[in-house]
């Protein structure tokens, strides 16, 4: 092998592997599956950060569910479809972190971060007690 080819192999590869967080941080955009196949959340980008509303509700429900759990009584009246449940995201280590996921089951925000999986999956991770106690979903791709 000549020592053109060898260089030119090895630009390739660095460029690859520069270019990879680049696409890591653009795949998280788009419509996502929850785990229990109740709702699509759409992710996109919200100025600075990263963030997603309920796009639509697949579960029979009453019509214009209302998030009658949520904290501030001036949002009890709103419906769920079109609320933002994920908020304040920022890529930093491979993953989307610093973030809050809100659960209308409950009305709870909990610390959150999210990570894409290597079959293309979307792991969402809610934490309490500064990260001790933490679930996780995997969604899909819609």
């Known amino acids: 092998m000549t020592m053109f080819l060898r260089l030119a192999m090895?630009?390739?590869?660095?460029l690859a592997v520069q270019a990879t967080p680049a696409t890591a941080q653009s795949n998280i955009f788009g419509n996502w599956l929850t785990e229990d196949n109740r709702a699509v959340i759409a992710i996109s980008r919200c100025g600075e950060t990263v963030c997603g509303r309920i796009a639509r509700i697949l579960v029979e429900a009453e019509a214009g569910q209302?998030?009658?759990?949520?904290?501030?009584?001036?949002?009890?009246?709103?419906?769920?479809?079109?609320?933002?449940?994920?908020?304040?995201?920022?890529?930093?280590?491979?993953?989307?972190?610093?973030?809050?996921?809100?659960?209308?089951?409950?009305?709870?925000?909990y610390n959150a971060r999210l990570r894409l999986n290597?079959?293309?999956?979307?792991?969402?991770?809610g934490c309490v007690l500064g990260g001790l106690i933490c679930q996780s979903q995997n969604w899909t791709r819609r």
């Open 10 to 14: 090895a630009s390739l590869a660095i």
């Open 66 to 109: 209302r998030d009658i759990n949520n904290p501030d009584p001036n949002l009890r009246n709103r419906t769920i479809q079109g609320s933002r449940i994920l908020s304040g995201f920022r890529f930093d280590r491979g993953q989307y972190r610093h973030g809050q996921v809100y659960d209308p089951e409950n009305g709870r925000n």
């Open 118 to 125: 290597r079959d293309g999956s979307l792991r969402v991770t």
